[in-house]
T-cell receptor, first 115, second 112 residues
């Protein structure tokens, strides 16, 4: 069974630039959730994708957007990067939607630094 | 919406001792409570979870207890080992969207 993978591992961007982060879900899982984890904090929910559609969104501005592909992999895009976007971005995969998707398995994360 | 509070923020124990981390939640409709272990430079790892139809669940040295009336749940680690040193997060579901609300974490240090 293949676990959740994310790429790249680390990324350094300049304020105002755009970034794309990628995630491959665990084998057998069709739902992907994205979280932002600031240093010393717990993960915060950005949004979730199920069957290629956004299935819930946290308190993040529209410059955070995403996609899910037919193979259930996903991308997180952030436009107009700000210094406060520096964080660990985590992808979690699960099965189903709604209450079925609470059992979530995380990838190793992408460390984004905005300078 | 759901709010999760976690205590303590740091915990230091001697190898072989037990460690207990507690979380409270606000939404009485919440029915799933996972615990994650996050080592330095890694993503959170699901180590144990409990659903609201049971009061306790064990897996070797770790256990989770749930008190629905008081709306709190706890992680118990017995016979701690240095490799248990990590940051532990509790979480609870937020409504029906399927996302989790996390506590702020507990940094556990196990001294040999």
């Amino acid at each position: 069974e293949t676990g959740v993978t994310q790429s790249p591992t680390h990324l350094i961007k300049t304020r105002g630039q755009q970034v794309t982060l990628r995630c491959s879900s665990q084998s057998g899982h069709n739902t992907v959730s994205w979280y932002q984890q600031a240093l010393g904090q717990g993960p915060q929910f950005i949004f979730q994708y199920y069957r290629e559609e956004e299935n819930g969104r946290g308190n993040f501005p529209p410059r955070f957007s995403g996609l899910q592909f037919p193979n259930y992999s996903s991308e997180l895009n952030v436009n107009a990067l700000e210094l406060d976007d520096s964080a660990l971005y985590l992808c979690a995969s699960s099965q189903g939607a709604g209450e079925m998707t609470y059992e979530q398995y995380f990838g190793p994360g992408t460390r984004l630094t905005v300078t | 919406g759901e709010n999760v509070e976690q205590h303590p923020s740091t915990l230091s124990v001697q190898e072989g001792d037990s460690a207990v981390i507690k979380c409270t939640y606000s939404d009485s409709a919440s029915n799933y409570f996972p615990w994650y272990k996050q080592e330095l430079g890694k993503g959170p790892q699901l180590i144990i979870d409990i659903r609201s139809n049971v009061g306790e669940k064990k897996d070797q040295r770790i256990a989770v207890t749930l008190n629905k009336t008081a709306k709190h749940f706890s992680l118990h680690i017995t016979e701690t080992q240095p490799e248990d040193s990590a940051v532990y997060f509790c979480a609870a579901p937020s409504g029906s969207q399927g996302n989790l609300i996390f506590g702020k974490g507990t940094k556990l240090s196990v001294k040999p």
